[in-house]
């Protein structure tokens, strides 16, 4: 598929990119290029394949929950320099 100056100018303005006129003709042969390169997947067969979701499988990425007992406030308390009942006192870092 061969793109036209003004399809290269009209993909500019859609992506909201600015190609000088000098640089279009450059764009228009490497568009043209990776189009071409496009139309050669259509000639691919797929027709026993499956749609996949991912190129690879992926199973569970998470790591499983473990119930386990918090630290006591108090004993967290004691390493803070200045703390309020049971909240950390930090300066403000926000004006």
Do not use: Y
């Given at each position: 598929?061969?793109?036209?100056?003004?399809?290269?100018q009209r993909?500019?303005?859609?992506?909201?990119?600015?190609v000088?006129?000098s640089q279009?003709?450059?764009?228009?042969?490497?568009?043209?290029?990776?189009?071409?390169?496009?139309?050669?997947l259509t000639?691919?067969?797929?027709?026993?394949?499956?749609?996949?979701?991912?190129?690879?499988?992926?199973?569970?990425?998470?790591?499983?929950d473990?119930?386990a007992?918090s630290?006591?406030?108090?004993?967290?308390?004691?390493n803070?320099p200045?703390?309020?009942?049971?909240?950390?006192?930090?300066?403000?870092?926000?004006?």
């Amino acid at each position: 598929m061969t793109l036209t100056a003004a399809d290269i100018q009209r993909l500019a303005r859609l992506a909201r990119l600015q190609v000088p006129e000098s640089q279009v003709p450059e764009v228009q042969r490497d568009l043209s290029k990776i189009l071409e390169l496009f139309e050669q997947l259509t000639h691919v067969d797929t027709s026993g394949l499956e749609p996949l979701v991912h190129a690879i499988e992926l199973s569970d990425v998470f790591a499983p929950d473990h119930v386990a007992t918090s630290l006591d406030v108090e004993e967290v308390l004691r390493n803070a320099p200045v703390h309020d009942e049971s909240f950390f006192k930090v300066p403000p870092v926000l004006g």
